[in-house]
C-alpha cells in the first residue's frame, strides 16, 4: 500500500516508461514542456475509455497551451496499442506493468471496489510545470467530467 501523495511544489518523481509502441518516455526528457499525466486503472474498460477520450477530445486545445498529455496504466504496450487504435487516440499511453511508477505518484493503494477494499490503481491525474514540478496533484478523482475540472484548473 502507498502512502505518498504529492503536493503542489513538490518535484515530480522520474520515470522511464515505454509507450504503446514500445519507444522510451522519461520525464527529465520532457522538462522544458508541461505535461499533463493521469494514471488510469485499466485500458478499454468504461470508465478509463470515457476518460482516455475526453482527453482525446480535449488534446487540441491543451497542446495549444504548451500541454503534453500521457496516460499511464498497468497495462502492456499491446493492449495500449490496440485501445489507442480503437479509440483514436493520439497522445501516449504508457506501460507500468510493476506500477512502480504508480507508487512513486502514490496512486497504488486500498481502495473500495463493489463494497471490497482491494489494493489497486488510484484514478489520479497530475499536472507538472515545466521545470518539473507538480502544479496540481488530483487523486481518486472521477472518470466523468474528470477532464474539464483540468481545463479549468490550467485554464484552458
Known amino acids: 500500500m502507498t502512502t ?3 503536493e503542489p511544489g513538490s518535484p515530480a518523481p522520474d520515470f522511464s516508461l515505454v509507450d504503446q509502441d514500445e519507444r522510451p518516455v522519461t520525464l527529465k526528457d520532457l522538462r522544458g514542456r508541461r505535461v499533463i499525466l493521469f494514471f488510469y486503472p485499466e485500458a478499454m474498460t468504461p ?3 470515457t476518460e482516455a477520450c475526453d482527453f482525446r477530445d480535449s488534446l487540441a486545445p491543451l497542446q495549444a497551451a504548451g500541454y503534453t498529455v500521457l496516460g499511464v496504466s498497468r497495462d502492456e504496450p ?20 510493476d506500477h512502480a511508477v504508480h507508487e512513486a505518484y502514490g496512486v497504488w ?14 484514478r489520479s491525474t497530475f499536472v507538472i510545470d515545466e521545470d518539473g514540478t507538480i502544479d496540481q496533484a488530483l487523486y481518486n478523482v ?6 474539464a475540472r483540468v481545463r479549468t484548473l490550467v485554464g484552458v
Open 4 to 6: 505518498t501523495h504529492l
Open 78 to 97: 499491446e493492449k495500449l496499442r490496440r485501445f489507442r487504435e480503437r479509440d483514436g487516440l493520439t497522445y501516449d499511453l504508457l506501460s507500468d506493468p
Open 47 to 49: 470508465g478509463c475509455t
Open 142 to 147: 472521477k472518470a466523468t467530467g474528470h477532464v
Open 109 to 122: 493503494g486500498e481502495k473500495m471496489n463493489y463494497g471490497k477494499t482491494v489494493m489497486g490503481v488510484i
